[in-house]
Structure formats: structure tokens, C-alpha cells
């Protein structure tokens, strides 16, 4: 209620300026006002192509409210869409920044239901779920808010991202499921270098990758060049593990799975003094 006697007060001002009453404009709210928001968005969509309203704020404010409440009522990409562009279009020549405050309100909450989708379309979805991030980011930035932590939000994202896509290489093993996983903790990385879930999870796809390497290894049909070339491959492995789960380390020297991953690599490179320096530590904090 509050809500729509905002923008009746705000259309009943607007609409002295016009020489007749029953114009498009007010013909769309009335339609708005009594729930008939198909017939609302018909009439505010004639509005917005007409060069009488076009370049009026109210134009742009009812057309962000209409489609703000056609996505509401029934989710879709185009209604959304729509919003976001309406109140950007209102931010873009409302010169007196009248409903500035209010416009942007509205596409923070049009971002945060892209973000919700992008982060529950993950497992499902992630080609369309990347595009729903991308989406959230756009209309965050029209918000010019600088106090929401957008660099956060992106690194959650990715993190999720990473993680969804270390799973579908568990269930697939494809290399395109690992590459976009590293791809995924790579970027939070170039965010914050000492991020310590991206580094431990880049430090265990390279680990992993070497142990199962070994695992699945038939010795009996290796001769000795290729055995040569087969443990050059999985040391090349176990060195690209380490930087990242030392860089884990630094930031949280006590956690078990980065202990445990530590003495695997150093052991993997037949650096057994090390790898038990590790597993020493791994048993001082069980005592």
C-alpha cells in the first residue's frame, strides 16, 4: 500500500502536466492499480515507443513497477530484464535524482534474485548460471553502491562455481569439468592471492591428479622410457600441487586436510623428511 500511494501521489503531479486526462500513462496505472498487469504493461510498453512519453520519468518509473511485478508474480528473464532496464533508464534522466534512491533499491533487489538463481542453477545449469552472475553484476554496478561488497559476492560465486565443477569431474572425470574448476579457483585467486579455499582446492585437483595417475599406472605394460616420462609427469604434478597448499598453509597452519595434503605431496616427491615434518605436526594436534 505504502508502495502504490507512492506512485499515485507521484503520477496524480505528473499527470496536471498533460492537457487531457485518460493518456496512456494514466490509463497504465489505473490497469496497474487494479491487478490488471498484462493490460498495465501493453498500454506502459505503447507509452515507452511514444514520442509524447518516452522521455517522461513517469514513463520509465511505471514501466520498472509493472514488469517488477510481472516478474514477481511470474518469474521470466524478459520481465527482469525489463525491470533492470526501465530503472536505469529513470536513473539515466531523472536530472533532479528525485527517485534516485528509490530506483536503485529496486535493481538491488532485481540483482539479488539473478544472484540467488545464478547460486541455485550451479549444479544444474552452470552455462546459464555463469549468465545469471553476470546479469546480478550489471545491474549492481547501475546501483554505483559503493558500500556492497561486490568483490565478495563475485568470490563466493567462483568458489561455488569451483566446487561444482570438482564434483562433476569426480562423477565424469572430464577435463573440461577440471579445467573449468581451476579456471573457477584461478580467478578468485587473481581477487585475493592468500584466498585459502582456492588454494587448497587448486593444490588437491593437481594432487589428486597425480595420485590417480600413479594408481591407475599398469606397471607390467610400461617399459622403462615411458616409466621414465610416467614419473616425470606425476612429480610435474605434485610441484604444481605444492605452491598452492603451502599458500593454505600460511593461512591456517592447524587444519588437518592441509597438513595431510602437505605430507602427501612432499611424499609423493620423495621428500620424506618433510613429509614427515607434517605428518609430526598432524599428530600434535590430535594429543
Known amino acids: 500500500m505504502i508502495r502504490l500511494l507512492t506512485i499515485l501521489i507521484f503520477i496524480l503531479c505528473s499527470l496536471s502536466t498533460y492537457a487531457q486526462n485518460g493518456n496512456l500513462l494514466s490509463k497504465s ?28 520519468i513517469l514513463t520509465w518509473y511505471l514501466k520498472g513497477f509493472i514488469y517488477k511485478d510481472l516478474f514477481k508474480k511470474e518469474p521470466s528473464d524478459a520481465a527482469r530484464s525489463e525491470a533492470v532496464t526501465s530503472f536505469a533508464k529513470l536513473l539515466e534522466i531523472d536530472s533532479t535524482q528525485k527517485y534516485e534512491a528509490e530506483s ?8 539479488s534474485t539473478y544472484y540467488n538463481e545464478a547460486m541455485q542453477s550451479l549444479a544444474t545449469n552452470p552455462q546459464k548460471s555463469d549468465s545469471l552472475f553476470q546479469s546480478f553484476e550489471a545491474a549492481m554496478n547501475l546501483t ?3 558500500t556492497f561488497d561486490l568483490k565478495g559476492s563475485r568470490m563466493k560465486y567462483l568458489l561455488a562455481r569451483g566446487t561444482t565443477y570438482v564434483q562433476k569431474y569426480r562423477s565424469d572425470t572430464t577435463e ?3 579445467e573449468e574448476a581451476i579456471a573457477s579457483f584461478q580467478k578468485v585467486l587473481a581477487l585475493d592471492s592468500l584466498n585459502k579455499k582456492a ?39 605434485f610441484e604444481q600441487s605444492l605452491p598452492y597448499m603451502k ?13 595431510e595434503g602437505l605430507a602427501g605431496i612432499y611424499f609423493g616427491l620423495k621428500e620424506f623428511e618433510t613429509s ?12
Do not use: H, M, T
Request: net charge negative; charged share 25%.
Open 29 to 56: 496505472y489505473n490497469s496497474y492499480k487494479a491487478g490488471e498487469l498484462s493490460e498495465a504493461k501493453i498500454l506502459i510498453d505503447s507509452a515507452a515507443q511514444s514520442d509524447q512519453y518516452k522521455s517522461q
Open 104 to 111: 536503485k533499491q529496486n535493481l538491488k533487489y532485481l540483482a
Open 144 to 146: 554505483n553502491d559503493s
Open 176 to 178: 573440461v569439468a577440471r
Open 199 to 237: 588454494n587448497y582446492n587448486l593444490g588437491v585437483i593437481y594432487y589428486n591428479q597425480a595420485v590417480n595417475l600413479i594408481l591407475n599406472a599398469d606397471y607390467d605394460e610400461i617399459d622403462i622410457l615411458a616409466l621414465s616420462e610416467f614419473e616425470d609427469k606425476s612429480i610435474e604434478l
Open 247 to 259: 599458500a593454505a598453509y600460511q593461512v591456517d597452519p592447524q587444519d588437518v586436510n592441509i597438513l
Open 276 to 287: 614427515n615434518k607434517y605428518k609430526e605436526e598432524l599428530k600434535a594436534l590430535s594429543e
